[in-house]
């Protein structure tokens, strides 16, 4: 056997470290942190992808309907040439560039610092599609945008409240970690729209109303507060806003929220003491909270409710589950259209100055840039002309992406770095072909704000390259200052420098361990981080969603994850152990629903909404009356809603739907 190389793994937010044979490709699973010897099968199959005989082989250029190969000195010249030119004409905000949660800390970094030099914030990533609510809540109440404890302290915890969140199917190997905390007598108590798989661990299962979280946590805050079972030396010292709080949550009796909700008025108050009394809680949540139109207000109710008990440092913690291996490390290089790196806000003039003084000029765009669910709108109406997409697929992962392969069909330039033909790529006037994760060295950011160092296991295929490499050249090829890096490494030093506490650390020192925290493995726990060192309990209102059923349309139409499948598809439908694993996907739906439609289990349905239809089998199975369940590795986001939140997420999780059989 030959030594064997430390990768992250390339899919989900939880940050799994590989052990990957060079030879044979073979994965097994790191012994450390922070997955312990443990993987679930997107992580052990996660090489067959990289050895897809799909992958893009050189440089393409379009040539009428045609992709004709040309040389990446040609190809980065002539991108370079056609950014500048759309720049003299249209000014820089007409361009504007998606980075990705895939690639590495130091590729999100050098693609934003391209943006940004260039003359424009409009710099944005798939974040804005998950958990820009997250970011956005936790900004407003704790005064920092991300997980606030490591997974570590999970299983201390007494109680763990996991809300609109499925780990058993999206992050399985934190499951251990819940699991952990149930074998020590911690109450599992999991709200969702649907019986999931992680309601099979749960000691309380609450199924609501889609749509209804607000009206749920607002109640048990009723209780909390009526009770007098909250903090109140916490409250009174580490807090404002209680006495708004108490009056917002009043009219949220369990009696009301049991007619909004649907789970019994009994069973709220029960849960409520439960977690209460635990003493100490986790609150974990994923894209049911966050897809929703009113997706900052759930969120900020689940932080409330948190708050309210003392629930944070060594007694709780707040835990946005990421959804991507890198989600957490492209936010925090900055590869948001609002925030510089650290999430630090643009009109922080200090910092900004110090950013650019590093980067060598004067100053940076000071004007928050176009949202990536703001784009479309920008194409359509002429505003921005030019697009360069390193590893997304927005023409499958937006939300109405019919209209998004409109708007892509009219950009004067669209370039796209990436490993296969994806659907977006299909409408590139360039596409450039990148290296796989295990191709090249780099740095990555888990959900819990670990960096950890993944090693190259084997050379590029064919004539790709890094990405980090491919943005190096542009840069030059830009004239920008600034990119004449020898190594990657020299990237991860550079950014390094911008972070207080990374700044006495080495890349040595990253590489040779289980990773460092930025900034440090519990946030807040003797203040926090808004400018008082105060949390802001903020009140909020059930939002009702932007389409509801009707006679027309009388389904509810929701979007879930997989445990086989990634995004958009593109990697794992390329690895056969995983195409084999989950089969045919299905639309779930209701037993008493499909016998109304004289619908079987396995038949083939035609699923609407007023954006389009999809065909495909049918489920018969655990679902609520009126519930369609579509994962959204397929083409599911042809049908969902593009309605937007105030972090800028559209509302994949509620849509107005109906079905009929084939
Ligand atoms: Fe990879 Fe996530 Fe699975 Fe771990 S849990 S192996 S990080 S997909």
Same mark, same amino acid.
């Given at each position: 056997?030959?030594?064997?190389?430390?990768?992250?793994?390339?899919?989900?937010?939880?940050?799994?470290?590989?052990?990957?044979?060079?030879?044979?490709?073979?994965?097994?699973?790191?012994?450390?942190?922070?997955?312990?010897?443990?993987?679930?099968?997107?992580?052990?199959?996660?090489?067959?992808?990289?050895?897809?005989?799909?992958?893009?082989?050189?440089?393409?250029?379009?040539?009428?309907?045609?992709?004709?190969?040309?040389?990446?000195?040609?190809?980065?010249?002539?991108?370079?040439?056609?950014?500048?030119?759309?720049?003299?004409?249209?000014?820089?905000?007409?361009? %504007?560039?998606?980075?990705?949660?895939?690639?590495?800390?130091?590729?999100?970094?050098?693609?934003?610092?391209?943006?940004?030099?260039?003359?424009?914030?409009?710099?944005?990533?798939?974040?804005?599609?998950?958990?820009?609510?997250?970011?956005?809540?936790?900004?407003?109440?704790? +005064?920092?945008?991300?997980?606030?404890?490591?997974?570590?302290?999970?299983?201390?915890?007494?109680?763990?409240?996991?809300?609109?969140?499925?780990?058993?199917?999206?992050?399985?190997?934190?499951?251990?970690?819940?699991?952990?905390?149930?074998?020590?007598?911690?109450?599992?108590?999991?709200?969702?729209?649907?019986?999931?798989?992680?309601?099979?661990? %749960?000691?309380?299962?609450?199924?609501?109303?889609?749509?209804?979280?607000?009206?749920?946590?607002?109640? /048990?805050?009723?209780?909390?507060?009526?009770?007098?079972?909250?903090?109140?030396?916490?409250?009174?010292?580490?807090?404002?806003?209680?006495?708004?709080?108490?009056?917002?949550?009043?009219?949220?009796?369990?009696?009301?929220?049991?007619?909004?909700?649907?789970?019994?008025?009994?069973?709220?108050?029960?849960? *409520?003491?439960?977690?209460?009394?635990?003493?100490?809680?986790?609150? /974990?949540?994923?894209?049911?909270?966050?897809?929703?139109?009113?997706?900052?207000?759930?969120?900020?109710?689940?932080?409330?409710?948190?708050?309210?008990?003392?629930?944070? +440092?060594?007694?709780? +913690?707040?835990?946005?589950?990421?959804?991507?291996?890198?989600?957490?490390?492209? #936010?925090?290089?900055?590869?948001?259209?609002?925030?510089?790196?650290?999430?630090?806000?643009?009109?922080?003039?200090?910092?900004?100055?110090?950013? *650019?003084?590093?980067?060598?000029?004067?100053?940076?765009?000071?004007?928050?840039?176009?949202?990536?669910?703001?784009?479309?709108?920008?194409?359509?109406?002429?505003?921005?002309?030019?697009?360069?997409?390193?590893?997304?697929?927005?023409?499958?992962?937006? %939300?109405?992406?019919?209209?998004?392969?409109?708007?892509?069909?009219?950009?004067?330039?669209?370039?796209?770095?990436?490993?296969?033909?994806?659907?977006?790529?299909?409408?590139?006037?360039?596409?450039?072909?990148?290296?796989?994760?295990?191709?090249?060295?780099?740095?990555? /950011?888990?959900?819990?704000?670990?960096?950890?160092?993944?090693?190259?296991?084997?050379?590029?295929?064919?004539?790709?390259?890094?990405?980090?490499?491919?943005?190096? /050249?542009?840069?030059?090829?830009?004239?920008?200052?600034?990119?004449?890096?020898?190594?990657?490494?020299?990237?991860?030093?550079?950014?390094?420098?911008?972070?207080?506490?990374?700044?006495?650390?080495?890349?040595?020192?990253?590489?040779?361990?289980?990773?460092?925290?930025?900034?440090?493995?519990?946030?807040?726990?003797?203040?926090?981080?808004?400018?008082?060192?105060?949390?802001?309990?903020?009140?909020?209102?059930?939002?009702?969603?932007?389409?509801?059923?009707?006679?027309?349309?009388?389904?509810?139409?929701?979007?879930?994850?997989?445990?086989?499948?990634?995004?958009?598809?593109?990697?794992?439908?390329?690895?056969?152990?995983?195409?084999?694993?989950?089969?045919?996907?299905?639309?779930?739906?209701?037993?008493?629903?499909?016998?109304?439609?004289?619908?079987?289990?396995?038949?083939?349905?035609?699923?609407?909404?007023?954006?389009?239809?999809?065909?495909?089998?049918?489920?018969?199975?655990?679902?609520?009356?009126?519930?369609?369940?579509?994962?959204?590795?397929?083409?599911?986001?042809?049908?969902?809603?593009? #309605?937007?939140?105030?972090?800028?997420?559209?509302?994949?999780?509620?849509?107005?739907?109906?079905?009929?059989?084939?």
């Amino acid at each position: 056997m030959s030594e064997l190389k430390t990768v992250v793994c390339p899919y989900c937010g939880f940050g799994c470290r590989l052990l990957v044979d060079p030879r044979s490709m073979r994965v097994s699973p790191h012994k450390g942190a922070p997955n312990y010897g443990k993987l679930c099968p997107k992580g052990l199959h996660a090489t067959e992808f990289v050895l897809s005989g799909d992958r893009l082989k050189r440089p393409l250029k379009r040539d009428g309907n045609r992709m004709k190969a040309i040389s990446w000195g040609q190809a980065i010249e002539e991108v370079a040439q056609k950014l500048l030119e759309i720049r003299e004409l249209y000014g820089p905000d007409a361009v %504007a560039f998606l980075a990705s949660s895939k690639v590495s800390n130091e590729e999100n970094y050098l693609l934003q610092k391209i943006a940004r030099l260039f003359g424009t914030n409009n710099i944005d990533n798939c974040a804005r599609l998950c958990h820009e609510a997250s970011v956005h809540a936790l900004k407003m109440t704790v +005064g920092a945008g991300a997980q606030t404890n490591p997974y570590e302290d999970i299983p201390n915890f007494n109680a763990v409240l996991i809300w609109g969140y499925n780990p058993a199917e999206t992050h399985p190997v934190v499951m251990d970690y819940i699991l952990r905390a149930k074998r020590r007598g911690a109450k599992i108590i999991v709200v969702d729209i649907r019986e999931t798989r992680t309601m099979a661990f %749960a000691d309380y299962k609450l199924v609501i109303r889609p749509g209804t979280d607000i009206a749920l946590a607002n109640a /048990m805050m009723h209780v909390i507060i009526k009770e007098e079972l909250y903090d109140e030396e916490f409250i009174a010292s580490r807090t404002v806003g209680f006495s708004e709080l108490r009056m917002a949550t009043k009219k949220y009796t369990p009696k009301y929220a049991e007619r909004v909700t649907g789970v019994p008025a009994g069973t709220i108050e029960e849960v *409520a003491r439960t977690f209460a009394l635990a003493g100490s809680g986790a609150v /974990m949540w994923g894209m049911g909270l966050t897809q929703h139109v009113g997706g900052v207000e759930n969120v900020l109710a689940v932080i409330d409710l948190a708050l309210l008990l003392g629930y944070i +440092g060594e007694r709780g +913690g707040l835990y946005p589950m990421r959804g991507q291996n890198n989600v957490q490390g492209a #936010a925090y290089m900055g590869a948001l259209s609002e925030f510089l790196p650290g999430y630090i806000p643009l009109t922080d003039e200090r910092f900004r100055k110090r950013v *650019a003084s590093l980067w060598g000029v004067d100053d940076l765009p000071t004007e928050r840039g176009l949202y990536l669910t703001e784009l479309w709108d920008a194409i359509e109406d002429g505003t921005v002309k030019g697009l360069y997409v390193v590893g997304e697929n927005p023409a499958v992962s937006e %939300a109405d992406f019919t209209r998004v392969r409109g708007a892509l069909r009219k950009l004067d330039l669209l370039v796209v770095q990436d490993l296969f033909m994806t659907r977006t790529a299909r409408y590139a006037h360039y596409i450039l072909p990148a290296s796989a994760f295990c191709e090249k060295e780099g740095s990555y /950011m888990n959900s819990e704000r670990r960096i950890q160092w993944s090693h190259r296991v084997c050379e590029p295929v064919h004539d790709s390259k890094p990405d980090w490499e491919i943005l190096m /050249m542009l840069g030059k090829a830009l004239g920008l200052p600034g990119f004449d890096y020898r190594s990657v490494e020299e990237v991860t030093a550079e950014y390094f420098r911008l972070f207080p506490s990374l700044e006495e650390r080495s890349v040595e020192e990253l590489k040779n361990s289980d990773g460092i925290f930025l900034p440090r493995k519990r946030l807040h726990t003797w203040e926090f981080s808004t400018p008082d060192g105060k949390a802001r309990l903020v009140a909020v209102e059930q939002v009702a969603p932007w389409e509801k059923p009707d006679a027309e349309y009388p389904f509810i139409l929701t979007t879930v994850r997989l445990i086989s499948h990634y995004n958009t598809g593109e990697m794992t439908l390329r690895s056969p152990s995983l195409v084999r694993l989950m089969g045919e996907p299905r639309v779930l739906m209701n037993e008493g629903d499909a016998e109304k439609l004289g619908i079987a289990d396995g038949d083939w349905v035609e699923i609407e909404t007023r954006r389009g239809r999809i065909r495909m089998r049918a489920k018969v199975g655990k679902a609520p009356k009126g519930l369609l369940v579509l994962p959204f590795h397929f083409k599911a986001n042809k049908l969902t809603s593009d #309605a937007l939140n105030k972090a800028g997420t559209p509302e994949f999780k509620f849509s107005a739907a109906r079905l009929r059989k084939l």
